[in-house]
């Protein structure tokens, strides 16, 4: 049985709006990585989103700026490693 997966629809649209508004505060108080950020996004929806490439790419946007804020000699990745 398949796992199932958050999918993105315009009923569910203010809802994932409102979770990726926390991710800035959600980095900036814990620090967080992208995988322990991912898990507390999936705690909020209730549902894994990582097989929804919209939903990852925009997690990843907001992820990315958050944890990277202060960090100006960063150069971000062209794609992840690491993840299974």
């Known amino acids: 049985m398949a796992t199932p997966y958050f999918t993105l629809t315009p009923e ?8 990726l508004s926390t991710i800035h505060s959600f980095v900036n108080d814990t620090y967080s990585d992208a995988d322990a ?15 929804n490439k919209q939903c990852f790419d925009l997690f990843y946007d907001e992820w990315s700026n958050a944890y990277y804020y202060d960090k100006s000699d960063y150069t971000e990745p062209t794609e992840l490693t690491g993840w299974n």
């Open 37 to 51: 950020t991912y898990d507390y996004v999936v705690e909020q929806l209730g549902l894994p989103f990582v097989e």
């Open 12 to 19: 569910n649209q203010q809802q994932w709006d409102n979770i």
